[in-house]
């Protein structure tokens, strides 16, 4: 399947432009939230085009994919609920929260996806909103001071096609739109102008 | 709070400043102008007056870092903006510019124009994804106002920032690595020297500088350097906006000037201990500092005063444990963190953190052996300055940290084989036997005598 072409393709040669001349390579990590956005994880087409794009070879892009944890090299759920059980909020509750996402979205513990492909689990190193601890993320944007049964309900939410509103900022309905956003190419409305 | 030093943080309460009109209309871009009418020079030389120290952790001086950038390389300058903010217990960057992004835009133009460059860039953590909009939102407006983009603010200078986002990964905070990000690459640190003010983004002169510090600078500008040395310590001088978290009654982001003890901050600030139990330990700046005690409540929060406690003042991120919680949990959730965010680059954090971390499960989960400690003692002095960056480095804090203050509960872990503080784990045989060694967790590790470790349940 080709992932850039049409229209996404104007996009990511826009992307690349957002770098100096010559140091198209720079584009990498944009590049790949937009091929995350189309296909909901990092495919081998994906790899190769990018490599295509920014005159790399495939391996290359493929050693940058498989670096960073926010790029998916697999399948992933629709929605990607993050829990962070660091020091800040392991003592204020998040294994409880880690084990209760596992459990009401089905993705069990080791595992990808949800046997539905709705979920994806993922255990996360501090996610940066120590203050208001214990956090997750859906689809990454802040849920914050949260307890097992919140996690349920924002579970339950999502299943029934509801994005629950996060704790600042707009509701991001699935991982495929918060792929998009990384990418650089969904600026925030100005009604948004207060925290 | 009281007020009277509150800097950075001073519009909080007013969300009218995140626009560019009300940032302007509470006095944005005014330090911008000031320095668009200086020389290289003297901008570098105000803020090297200032005393103005990095705030990402290694205190480093501002202006020094930016007078080390050569004028005559030939090749373009660069100012890369560390919005990378990973450290384990560390927000205060992402409420800064979530309050105040104009600020962060301001004090990155006046950097860039004290090294003479036309293109800078701001590397956040994929994990700020709505700030990272909030940040562009801001910059679409400063270009549209002509405060970014040809002939800034009417006159002949050029500046562009990008916005460039990191994918989840806690080493591209480190200076190197974050640039190897930005080009392209796997986030793995660079050997120094060169060092990036001669050789950085693009093999060019590069100032890399935390958000924090860059926000401190417009104000600089405006008030002064001898006003910015009136706040703080003679050696630290400015505020230092401070995150509590854990087991506190109102954890936070505070500004307080550098050198306010420990507890002050807590105890006025933060609200004391959660549910009033007893302070147990508390970590000056990260994860990456060593834990300091309730014996240290009157260290004053500063670079010079932490050290001389033992730690570091690292991020200003404290992370608070009371006296219910177990340290040997507490250094393994950390250890653990550094196994899992190595780059893999250096043998003895790529192999050092992860071996760490199994032995100190094994400790926390009532399995652990009398020679353990040791061998913990002896893995931390083998990883530390071992590594090309610090991460290693910040993997041992925990480790040592604990060891000095908490051995009793290490030997009380291993003696018992329970966790004296929560009481969980098998126990001892009556007759003081260690637990059976067929139910220890799968993939505990043994240590032969001689020979290699073996993992229990690994595939041979």
Same mark, same amino acid.
């Given at each position: 399947?080709? #992932? ?8 990511? =040669? ?8 010559? =140091? ?17 994880? #990092?495919?081998?087409? $994906?790899?190769?085009?990018? $490599? ?29 609920? $993050? ?51 214990? #956090? ?41 739109? $918060? ?17 | ?13 007013? %969300? ?11 006095? @944005? ?29 290694? @205190? ?30 560390? *927000? ?8 105040? %992004? ?14 003479? *460059? ?22 679409? +407006? ?67 500088? !935390? ?72 970590? %000056? @700046? ?17 670079? +010079? ?40 680059? *250096? ?22 052996? +009398? ?10 002095? !083998? ?42 784990? %098998? ?34």
């Amino acid at each position: 399947m080709t #992932v850039f072409e049409g229209e996404r393709l104007d996009e990511a =040669r826009a992307i690349i432009a957002r770098y100096p001349h010559g =140091r198209q390579r720079s584009a990498v990590m944009p590049l790949l939230y937009l091929a995350q956005s189309v296909e909901g994880w #990092v495919t081998r087409d $994906a790899l190769r085009e990018i $490599a295509g794009l920014i005159g790399v070879r495939t391996a290359e892009v493929e050693a940058v994919a498989t670096f960073y944890t926010m790029l998916r090299p697999r399948p992933t759920g629709t929605h990607l609920i $993050a829990v962070c059980t660091n020091l800040s909020c392991a003592l204020l509750g998040g294994n409880e929260l880690l084990e209760a996402a596992h459990e009401a979205s089905g993705v069990p513990i080791g595992g990808e996806v949800s046997d539905d492909g709705e979920f994806s689990v993922h255990e996360e190193e501090c996610l940066g909103v120590c203050e208001l601890a214990p #956090v997750i993320q859906v689809n990454v944007a802040n849920h914050d001071r949260v307890t097992p049964e919140r996690v349920r309900e924002i579970v339950g939410s999502l299943r029934s096609g509801e994005v629950p509103q996060p704790a600042r900022g707009p509701a991001v309905e699935s991982f495929k739109a $918060a792929s998009r956003i990384l990418a650089g190419l969904e600026p925030l409305a100005e009604e948004g102008a207060t925290a | 709070m009281s007020d009277s030093h509150r800097v950075l943080t001073a519009h909080w309460h007013d %969300p009218s400043v995140i626009p560019l009109a009300g940032y302007e209309a509470a006095g @944005g871009y005014r330090a911008l102008r000031t320095a668009l009418g200086m020389s290289a020079d003297e901008l570098i030389q105000v803020v090297k007056d200032s005393g103005l120290r990095g705030r990402g952790g290694a @205190g480093f001086p501002t202006g020094m870092k930016w007078s080390f950038v050569p004028r005559d390389s030939g090749k373009p300058t660069f100012v890369t903006v560390n919005f990378d903010e990973s450290e384990p217990g560390t *927000c205060n960057n992402r409420e800064l510019v979530e309050r105040e %992004p104009h600020a962060l835009i301001e004090g990155s133009a006046i950097a860039a124009r004290a090294i003479d *460059c036309h293109l800078a860039f701001i590397y956040v953590r994929g994990e700020y994804l709505w700030q990272g909009q909030v940040l562009q939102r801001a910059l679409d +407006e400063a270009y549209a106002t002509g405060y970014l983009g040809r002939g800034i603010m009417g006159g002949d200078y050029d500046l562009d920032i990008v916005l460039h986002r990191g994918a989840g990964a806690y080493i591209c905070g480190e200076e190197t690595a974050l640039l190897s990000s930005l080009e392209g690459f796997r986030g793995q640190p660079r050997l120094r020297p060169p060092f990036p003010a001669v050789e950085g983004l693009y093999e060019s002169p590069t100032v890399i500088n !935390n958000v924090e510090t860059l926000m401190n600078v417009p104000h600089i500008v405006n008030n002064g350097a001898d006003w910015f040395k009136s706040i703080g310590t003679e050696k630290a001088p400015g505020t230092k906006v401070f995150t509590i978290s854990g087991k506190v009654e109102r954890p936070g982001n505070y500004e307080l000037p550098m050198g306010t003890p420990m507890r002050e901050l807590l105890e006025e600030h933060a609200g004391g201990v959660l549910g009033g139990r007893a302070l147990k330990a508390w970590t %000056p @700046g990260g994860s990456s500092t060593p834990f300091l005690t309730a014996d240290h409540l009157d260290v004053g929060l500063d670079f +010079e005063s932490v050290m001389d406690a033992g730690s570091l003042l690292g991020t200003g991120a404290i992370m608070v444990l009371d006296e219910t919680d177990c340290m040997v949990e507490a250094a393994r959730r950390l250890v653990e963190f550094y196994a899992h965010e190595s780059c893999g680059k *250096c043998t003895p954090c790529r192999e050092g953190t992860w071996w760490a971390s199994r032995v100190l499960g094994r400790i926390e989960s009532g399995y652990g052996h +009398e020679d353990d400690l040791p061998v913990m003692a002896d893995m931390g002095e !083998n990883i530390l300055f071992r590594a090309f960056c610090a991460l290693a480095d910040g993997a041992v804090s925990p480790i040592q940290s604990t060891l000095q203050h908490f051995m009793d509960e290490y030997e009380a872990h291993i003696r018992e084989g329970r966790c004296p503080v929560t009481g969980t784990g %098998p126990g001892r045989e009556a007759g003081g036997d260690r637990p059976a060694e067929d139910d220890r967790p799968a993939g505990d590790v043994t240590f032969a005598a001689t020979g290699p470790f073996e993992i229990q349940g690994a595939p041979s």
